[in-house]
C-alpha cells in the first residue's frame, strides 16, 4: 500500500498560513513540524512555491500603499534567503552525517569481511590438518597390520621348513638304509638336507632371538606393572598409616584438651577452696580479735 505524502503543496501553505497568524517566521523546521513529519526536500521545494506565490500575491491589492508593499516584499525576500540557507545548511548536515554514517557502515563490513574470510582461511588449515593428521593415522595402522601379517607369515614359514626338516630327517635316515647303491645319493640327499636344516635353524633362532625379545619386553613391562602396583600399595599403605598417625594426633590433641580443662576446674576449685580459707581466716582474726577485747 502506497504510503500517503504528508508535505502537499497545500498543507505546507496551511502550515505557513498558521505560523504566519501566530507571528512566527514559516522556517523548514517548524513548517515539518506543523505537518507532523515529511521529506525536507519536498517540504523545502513546497515552502519555496509557497513564499514565492506569497511573494506576488500582495501586488494586486490596490488599498496598500506601494512603499510598503515593496518593504513587505524585502522582508519576505530576506525571509525565504534566511529559510532557504537554513534548509540548505541542515540539508547539507544531514547529507554529511548521513554519508559518515554510510562509510562508517561500509568500513565496518569490510573489516567483518576481512575478519570472515581469516576464519575461513583458518577453518580450512585446520580442517587440512586433520585430514593430514586423520591420513597418518591411518597410514600408521596400516604399516603396524603389515608388519604383523609380515609377522605371521614368518612364523608360518618357520612352521613350514621345520616340517620340511623332519622330512629331511627321515629321508636322510631312509637314503642310509637303503642299498649301497644309492648311498652315494643319500649323502648328497643328506648333504642338501644339513644345509637346508641349517639355514632353517638359523631361520628359526632369529625368529626365537625376535620372540626373546618380545617376551623380555613383556616381561620388563610385566615388572613394571608389578613395580607400579607395588608401589601403589605402598602409597596407600603410607596413606592409612598417615591417617591412623592423624587419628591418633587427633586423640592425643582430645585428651590433652580434657586434661587442660580438668586443670582448669581444678584450679577454679583451688581459688574457691583458698578464698574459703581466707575468709575463713578473716572470721576467725575477728573472732579472736573480739574476744581479746
Do not use: W
Not at 4 to 18: F, Y
Amino acid at each position: 500500500m502506497p504510503k500517503k505524502q504528508i508535505a502537499t503543496p497545500e498543507a505546507v501553505a496551511t502550515a505557513v498560513e498558521k505560523l504566519t497568524a501566530e507571528n512566527l517566521e514559516p522556517t523548514l523546521e517548524r513548517v515539518r513540524a506543523k505537518l507532523g513529519g515529511g521529506s525536507y526536500t519536498t517540504i523545502n521545494r513546497a515552502l519555496a512555491e509557497v513564499m514565492q506565490a506569497r511573494q506576488s500575491g500582495p501586488a494586486k491589492i490596490t488599498d496598500i500603499p506601494a512603499d510598503l508593499i515593496e518593504i513587505g516584499q524585502k522582508a519576505v525576500a530576506a525571509i525565504y534567503t534566511a529559510v532557504q540557507r537554513q534548509t540548505m545548511a541542515t540539508i547539507d548536515s544531514i547529507e554529511g552525517n548521513t554519508r559518515r554514517q554510510i562509510e562508517a557502515a561500509q568500513t565496518a563490513r569490510a573489516e567483518a569481511s576481512l575478519e570472515i574470510e581469516r576464519l575461513e582461511s583458518e577453518l580450512e588449515s585446520a580442517t587440512e590438518e586433520l585430514k593430514q593428521a586423520h591420513h597418518a593415522a591411518q597410514e600408521a595402522i596400516s604399516r603396524a597390520e603389515r608388519a604383523e601379517a609380515r609377522s605371521e607369515a614368518q612364523c608360518g614359514e618357520i612352521e613350514r621348513l621345520t616340517r620340511e626338516g623332519a622330512s629331511a630327517k627321515a629321508d636322510s635316515l631312509a637314503a642310509r638304509e637303503s642299498e649301497r647303491e644309492a648311498e652315494s645319493r643319500a649323502r648328497k640327499i643328506e648333504q642338501d638336507a644339513r644345509r637346508e636344516i641349517e639355514s632353517l635353524q638359523k631361520l628359526l633362532a632369529k625368529a626365537e632371538g625376535s620372540r626373546d625379545n618380545a617376551l623380555e619386553s613383556r616381561q620388563r613391562d610385566a615388572e613394571a606393572l608389578v613395580k607400579a602396583r607395588s608401589e601403589t600399595a605402598e602409597y596407600r599403605q603410607s596413606a592409612t598409616e598417615a591417617n591412623k598417625r592423624a587419628d591418633r594426633v587427633e586423640a592425643a590433641f582430645d585428651a590433652h584438651q580434657q586434661t587442660t580443662e580438668n586443670l582448669r576446674k581444678e584450679l577454679v576449685t583451688a581459688r574457691d577452696a583458698e578464698r574459703r580459707a581466707r575468709d575463713e581466716a578473716a572470721e576467725a582474726r575477728g573472732q579472736l580479735k573480739e574476744r581479746s577485747a
